[in-house]
């Protein structure tokens, strides 16, 4: 159980296709292809919002088809070209590996691309340097407050100059980039970042492994890989008594001690307003890349107890 409190509004897999079909027109006028990089929680409510949002409109002809990459990169790049040849009306990746494989294959194709859950538009090269749009391609982003993340930490471990361990996948763009922000945060409070690499889900409890006896909690940025081997980081911190704080809401309620982070399901309704708006004439560029707007903080009361920490002060 957990409480949560708004604070403001490997070898190549082969490839599997999965078909959500709301509800399919013979003509295929519009055809809206989503696809995301792995399947766990966060990513699921995203997905649930954006066809939740689309099933609500006007628009009663939309044809829905998702496909899942299974944690590949080598299969979303399948799944990109494959939607690329549908000419679908627009396409809808989730994550950042999943943006950048179907915008290196559809940028040529003047197909609109509508991301969400992308954290770093600009590292990852879904927006020019200035975040100003690039040509068909708008979006959401799902960059957490990094400052509130680290009062959250100080609140319920009772101390104000913090050790943090930060596990992560090097090979994520938008790891990197959310591991410079915070760890610029927690310097300025007087702490300090161990980072720990996995390069594949299988590495993930290594990684974790290695920090436990030198950090004070352990904090997990918006990164697939390590969300999707959370089971492992659990499995650990929980054994070692370890406070893990996270960038997943979803990730609150299967066992991490607490986040402040943007609502996933809020989410994909801002990506499917955006799609709705497309779908009605609008242009990608006269849409401006939006960051999520609803905020909340999460807190896993079983975890709190289990760990010993004292409630934060509001």
């Known amino acids: ?51 939740d949002t689309i099933k609500a409109s006007k628009h009663k002809d939309v044809e829905i088809i ?59 090269r879904l927006t020019s340097t ?5 040509s068909f391609v708008t979006g959401v982003t799902d960059a957490p407050p990094y400052a509130e993340q680290v009062k959250q930490m100080q609140k319920m471990l009772k101390k104000k100059t913090l050790t943090i361990g930060i596990v992560y996948n090097p090979g994520e763009a938008n790891s990197l980039s959310q591991i410079t922000k915070i760890e610029d945060e927690i310097k300025v409070a007087g702490g300090k970042v161990i980072q720990s690499a996995a390069a594949s889900t299988a590495a993930v409890g290594q990684a974790t492994a290695y920090l436990i ?24 911190t929980q054994e070692q008594k370890v406070s893990v704080f996270s960038s997943d809401p979803e990730s609150v309620e299967r066992g991490c001690t607490a986040a402040i982070a943007p609502d996933q399901y809020a989410i994909g309704t801002q990506a499917g307003k955006i799609i709705i708006r497309l779908l009605d004439g ?9 960051k999520s707007i609803k905020i909340s903080e999460y807190v896993n009361k079983n975890v709190e107890s289990h760990m010993g920490l004292g409630s934060p002060q509001h």
């Open 1 to 51: 159980m957990f409480k949560k409190i708004a604070i403001a509004s490997t070898a190549v897999l082969a490839l599997v296709v999965t078909f959500c079909v709301i509800k399919k027109s013979p003509n295929k006028k519009n055809v809206v292809a989503i696809t995301q990089i792995a399947p766990h929680p966060s990513l699921d409510r995203i997905r649930e919002g954006i066809i």
């Open 66 to 124: 998702f496909q899942n990459a299974q944690g590949n990169v080598a299969t979303a790049t399948q799944i990109a070209q494959r939607f690329v040849s549908l000419k679908p009306s627009v396409i809808v990746p989730i994550t950042t590996p999943s943006a950048q494989t179907v915008y290196a294959a559809a940028a040529s194709k003047e197909i609109p691309i509508v991301f969400a859950a992308v954290t770093d538009p600009v590292v990852a």
């Open 130 to 134: 200035s975040g100003a749009n690039i």
């Open 213 to 236: 006896g030198k950090v004070d909690a352990i904090y997990l940025p918006n990164d697939n890989t390590v969300v999707s081997a959370l089971t492992s980081v659990l499995k650990i």
């Open 282 to 290: 609008e242009k990608t560029d006269t849409i401006p890349v939006e």
